[in-house]
């Protein structure tokens, strides 16, 4: 496969203007790009090429109908310098599973996985060695083929760009457990990765941004009784010392970040459990000193403890703890990821 692949380098690479130590999340972008074009129902030769812009016809129908889909993923550094990818595999199946429901073609593995490797070899340097960084790696596919009709366009793209990238939130994470709007609903589209899942949030979350949140809680959409997941990661909720997580549906994201977290906490003998969290729940165990732990899990976001919670009007701190789950979890996930233990799981692979 990667004979079949094109590569059309950059003539002179801007790395040399970015400043490692301080990045931004997602927003530098490296030297190349991979893309692959669908036409006459076939994928074409993948191209690495300059990252640059792209031209779309303004009848395409990403722009009238939404047929966009993503992942993130992330490349890390060992000592050895060796590149490492965190199962790398899932995300190729869970891109799959969200084109089949936004009816888009399904992108054969070894353009994905063959493509991505040689990508990242063209951009080798790209990839942080510094502490807490890593190349954000975001594959996508969208509609080209044009027509203002409503239905499946019969062109699309499949592009992966990376991004060196620190943490993504900067400081105390400050969460909002949402009552009215809904992320998803049943039978719907949340449990893939659908640019419009996303664009859907921004509104919700600018509301609660206003009131000193960074991000919402989502609740199910027919009662807002039930913690669902965050706009960006999944949700843990430690009570007492049990490390709680809401099960998977179709309206929520099947986070890698989440069940590899699950197994490690499972491993290192903590107790879990995946069952539905209640609100009332929560908020009982935060007035009455139970509720010791909240975090989201994320490729983008890591493990990032939350700090307190807003509810109803009122405000809920969670409790420091030193050792907590959150920091114990964090550090093991992030030594597997970039080979600073064994990995008995067989998690990760070498680019
Ligand atoms: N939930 C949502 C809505 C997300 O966008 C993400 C990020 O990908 C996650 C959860 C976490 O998923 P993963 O751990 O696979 O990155
Ligand atoms: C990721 O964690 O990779 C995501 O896709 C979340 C994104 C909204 C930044």
């Not at 969290?277 to 994320?298: H, P, Q, R, T, Y």
Request: proline share 5%.
């Amino acid at each position: 496969m990667s004979s079949q692949i094109e590569i059309q380098r950059i003539e002179k690479s801007k790395i040399a203007s970015v400043d490692f130590n301080n990045l931004p999340f997602g927003s530098v972008y490296s030297d190349h790009m991979l893309e692959c074009n669908f036409k006459n129902g076939a994928w074409q030769t993948p191209v690495i090429k300059p990252f640059s812009p792209i031209s779309l016809d303004p009848s395409s129908k990403i722009f009238h109908y939404g047929q966009s889909i993503f992942e993130g993923m992330k490349a890390y550094k060992d000592a050895e310098n060796n590149t490492l990818l965190f199962r790398p595999l899932d995300n190729w199946k869970r891109l799959n599973k969200s084109a089949e429901r936004l009816m888009i073609p399904q992108i054969p593995e070894e353009i994905f996985m063959e493509g991505l490797k040689a990508l990242l070899k063209v951009d080798n340097d790209w990839i942080p060695t510094n502490e807490g960084s890593s190349l954000y790696i975001r594959p996508f596919m969208f509609a080209t083929g044009s027509g203002f009709h409503a239905s499946p366009a019969n062109e699309y793209k499949f592009i992966i760009a990376t991004a060196p990238s620190g943490a993504y939130f900067a400081g105390k994470v400050k969460v909002l457990i949402e009552e009215k709007y809904a992320r998803a609903a049943n039978g719907g589209v949340g449990y893939a990765k659908a640019g419009g899942n996303y664009a859907a949030q921004f509104y919700p979350t600018q509301l609660a941004m206003d009131k000193g949140y960074n991000q919402v809680i989502w609740t199910d959409d027919n009662t807002h009784q039930f913690i669902e997941e965050a706009g960006a990661m999944n949700i843990f909720i430690r009570i007492n010392d049990t490390l709680i997580t809401s099960p998977t549906s179709d309206r929520i994201l099947d986070g890698i970040t989440r069940k590899s977290i699950l197994q490690i906490a499972e491993d290192a003998g903590i107790q879990t459990e995946v069952r539905k969290i209640s609100v009332g729940e929560v908020v009982e165990a935060a007035k009455n000193g139970n509720l010791k732990e909240m975090f989201g899990a994320g490729t983008a976001a890591v493990i990032s403890p939350i700090a307190g919670f807003g509810y109803q009007e009122n405000d809920y701190e969670l409790p420091v703890l030193e050792n907590s789950f959150a920091a114990q979890l964090k550090k093991k996930i992030t030594d597997i990821q970039t080979n600073k233990v064994a990995d008995p799981y067989g998690w990760r692979i070498f680019v």
